[in-house]
């Protein structure tokens, strides 16, 4: 049997990330991977017909580009391309006219007219300095390599998301930033919430919201040819129940939530630590659903059927109220959904003249309530007629979601809440997050820092640690 230096289970950004950036300094590696394709929340597959590529989990990707570890590697020399929306974002409102994120900052700061120098003052910071920022907000805690560049940002991006939305003027500017917040799916009075909004906004005028050509498996079948190109080996297939089902190696890290950790055999981990793992906190959970339509979805602000991402939702009470209710384990009956129609950007994910559609709202956590009407009249508020365009659909419940990618724990896509008690704390109070208690055992998930979405940062970081504590090499980005 084989010996490896390191064995990485998961095949998502993060495992990716780990083995190629292990695999880059010499070390010998396998990646494990329970289902039968490579992937994790990076898949794509027809899910309602023929014909109809969906793509399961992510879809438009924020961060693919703004990622310090994505960008360092050739993908685009692996067969990956992008394709870009007229707009990054838009935010259609019932009662008045809705608005949009433009890639051009200045655009968008001419949109929001009377609010746009309120908007220019928090973004074009971010937009100026985003690559010093990552390196700083990107990974665990520690003495910051731009300190002042970091106060700046984090002044902002401490406070709840409610308390920037008081300085707007206009009702459109702050639908469009409870929008951005809401990604971090949590109540938006939270602390920390106006990060994930500076963020979105800023890398949005920087990179753009890119939408991956074929779907969001072509990034994995990206990084896997690259991976495989430097010598690195996959095995699908293979559930860990045992640390020692595995193959002979002397690193394992962990591309898993806390509560997968608990459920392995073998890992030999101490009783601190384990208690530690039992008390960390899961977020919402999602309900998604894909559908096969029969055209372009009708919005009536036209600009949303330009867009990459559509948040449907309203003005931000309306979002705050959805986040605040599924947060405490209420349904909302007018939640805040997030929309795409990757097919209006990108013609190999439908047959001709036919659309794809994706959708998911945030709902409790593991919770067993069918949203399917609920999240269809939301969006037909907005689009009137987009029932009658309906061909096919699938519908992904909390449940079905977890049974699917298990780290998907009651449905949380984030790998646990990302409040100000998680937010680099995550999955233990550490200066080494990526650590546990058995020194040859290294958690990579979207568990550590700096927590969910495709960018792979939470593979690197540990990756590099285990470089450091092992086999004295420094690597940096």
């Given at each position: 049997m084989a010996k490896y230096d390191a064995i990485i289970v998961g095949s998502g950004p993060n495992g990716f990330a780990a083995a190629i950036t292990l695999q880059q300094q010499?070390?010998?590696?396998?990646?494990?991977?329970?289902?039968?394709?490579?992937?994790?929340?990076?898949?794509t597959k027809e899910l309602t017909l023929p014909g109809f590529k969906h793509d399961v989990c992510s879809a438009i990707h924020p961060m693919a580009m703004a990622s310090p570890f994505m960008r360092s590697i050739p993908l685009e020399a692996y067969g990956l391309s992008f394709e870009y929306a007229k707009y990054e974002a838009a935010h259609p409102l019932i009662d008045e006219e809705g608005t949009v994120l433009h890639r051009s900052l200045e655009e968008t700061i001419a949109e929001l007219g009377e609010d746009g120098a309120y908007y220019q003052s928090l973004i074009e910071p971010v937009v100026k300095n985003w690559e010093k920022l990552a390196k700083d907000t990107m990974g665990p805690l520690g003495l910051p390599k731009y300190p002042l560049n970091l106060a700046a940002f984090g002044v902002h991006a401490i406070q709840p998301a409610s308390w920037l939305a008081k300085h707007f003027k206009t009702e459109k500017a702050k639908a469009l930033w409870a929008g951005m917040a809401a990604h971090g799916i949590q109540p938006l009075d939270n602390l920390t919430t106006s990060a994930i909004g500076l963020v979105l906004m800023g890398v949005g005028h920087r990179y753009g919201w890119v939408i991956p050509k074929g779907g969001s498996q072509s990034i994995a079948n990206a990084l896997e040819a690259y991976y495989l190109s430097l010598g690195g080996k996959i095995q699908?297939?293979?559930?860990?129940?045992?640390?020692?089902?595995?193959?002979?190696?002397?690193?394992?890290?962990?591309?898993?939530?806390?509560?997968?950790?608990?459920?392995?055999?073998?890992?030999g981990l101490s009783s601190l630590y384990t208690k530690q793992l039992h008390r960390y906190k899961q977020g919402m959970g999602v309900f998604k659903i894909d559908w096969a339509l029969s055209e372009e979805t009708p919005f009536t602000d036209l600009r949303a059927r330009q867009a990459a991402t559509v948040h449907i939702g309203g003005t931000f009470n309306d979002i705050a109220l959805s986040e605040y209710d599924g947060h405490r384990g209420r349904v909302s009956d007018k939640p805040f959904v997030l929309f795409?129609?990757?097919?209006?950007?990108?013609?190999?994910?439908?047959?001709?003249g036919k659309h794809t559609g994706w959708a998911y709202c945030h709902v409790p956590n593991s919770s067993t309530v069918d949203y399917t009407e609920i999240i269809e009249n939301q969006i037909e508020r907005f689009a009137p007629g987009f029932k009658d365009t309906i061909l096919g659909k699938h519908t992904f419940s909390p449940a079905k979601l977890e049974a699917y990618n298990p780290n998907y724990i009651g449905g949380d896509i984030n790998g646990g809440i990302m409040d100000i008690s998680q937010l680099y704390t995550r999955p233990t109070l550490s200066f080494n997050p990526h650590r546990t208690s058995n020194k040859s055992i290294y958690i990579c998930?979207?568990?550590?820092?700096?927590?969910?979405?495709?960018?792979?940062m939470c593979g690197f970081h540990a990756a590099r640690l285990v470089l450091k504590d092992h086999f004295n090499i420094s690597v940096n980005l």
């Open positions: 010499g070390l010998s590696t396998l990646i494990v991977e329970g289902a039968d394709t490579i992937g994790g929340g990076m898949r699908t297939g293979f559930w860990l129940k045992n640390k020692f089902d595995l193959p002979e190696h002397k690193i394992l890290l962990l591309d898993l939530t806390p509560k997968q950790l608990l459920d392995i055999e073998g890992l795409t129609q990757q097919s209006q950007f990108d013609k190999t994910r439908a047959p001709e998930s979207s568990a550590t820092p700096p927590g969910g979405g495709v960018h792979g």
